[in-house]
């Protein structure tokens, strides 16, 4: 099955879902591979939340929001559901778990789903966390969980990632750098106090500790995200032997290097031209350094 399709990959297109009455279809009655273009009533009870949802955080009030609206109208599209093997509950979500959360608070006792029988760690599971990450509002912390849990549970590379939902490889790099960045940043992102655009700005530096000195000016002074560009400018100012020595040519090539390779280069030339020197790579995952030998090697 080709991933990042969306529903479309878990729901037949070209024929409407075929509703059943909830007091004619019960769960027990369904069959063991049962019709992707069936919605059958699961009791709410029954169905676990899905490990690999991106967002670990929800919103109690749109929460709630959203109870109010699924009392009064119901649940007007149905979610996506595997049934599960091994003990626990029966089913677990592939997509909707803000909806059956709701449907919780709204004290239903039963969601419309469709039931797709697959194994617990089919790639349906894979495709559920593409899912999450093209329809659910997630922050940029979120997704960087949710490409880093692609690249180590399903062993998809970056640019597989990328492809997948549609953006470059170097989007998906630099979400999943921003995990590198310390803990007290990563809460505020996560949060929504700073912008994608203010952690990329900090993300720049060299340090965790220039780091969280631009961190605490952004938050003191409530920084605009331009403003911490321009803001990070002077902790790059930091006098080092890259930046003092390097020549025109070497510049230039730190900039070639950098455009192919896709990651920050250093240079730190010796103290004589005879002394030659250094050429640093910087790379940010696995993966990364994966793809920096890969093109280096041509491999």
């Known amino acids: 099955m080709a991933l990042g399709k969306g529903l479309s990959s878990l729901i037949p297109q070209g024929q409407a879902p075929k509703a059943l009455d909830q007091t004619s279809a019960s769960v027990a009655a369904a069959p063991a591979q049962t019709s992707a273009d069936v919605v059958l009533q699961i009791p709410v009870d029954d169905i676990a939340p899905n490990p690999f949802q991106p967002r670990k955080k929800f919103d109690e009030e749109m929460l709630a929001d959203l109870a109010r609206s699924i009392a009064e109208s119901g649940i007007l599209q149905p979610v996506v559901v595997v049934r599960t093997t091994g003990g626990g509950k029966p089913y677990q979500i592939v997509a909707g778990e803000r909806r059956v959360r709701a449907a919780r608070i709204a004290k239903l006792k039963t969601v419309p789903a469709i039931v797709r029988s697959v194994k617990a760690d089919d790639e349906n599971l894979e495709l559920a966390i593409l899912e999450n990450i093209q329809r659910e509002d997630l922050n940029p912390i979120e997704l960087g969980f949710a490409y880093k849990e692609l690249t180590e549970r399903f062993k998809a590379s970056q640019d597989d990632i990328a492809r997948k939902i549609g953006k470059s490889r170097q989007v998906v790099g630099n979400t999943m750098r921003l995990l590198t960045l310390p803990k007290e940043i990563q809460a505020d992102i996560e949060s929504g106090a700073l ?25 003191e002074q409530k920084l605009s995200a331009r403003n911490t560009e321009v803001a990070a400018r002077k902790y790059k100012k930091t006098p080092n032997k890259s930046a003092a020595n390097v020549d025109a040519f070497s510049k230039s090539v730190m900039v070639e290097l950098e455009a ?25 995952s696995n993966e990364d350094l994966k793809n920096i030998v890969t093109k280096i090697t041509r491999r």
């Open 195 to 219: 912008s994608e655009n203010h952690a990329r700005a900090i993300l720049a530096l060299p340090t965790d500790d220039v780091r969280l000195k631009l961190w605490r000016e952004v938050r």
């Open 260 to 284: 192919y390779l896709g990651t920050k280069v250093l240079v730190e030339p010796g103290a004589h031209v005879s002394d030659g020197g250094k050429i640093i790579i910087k790379y940010f």
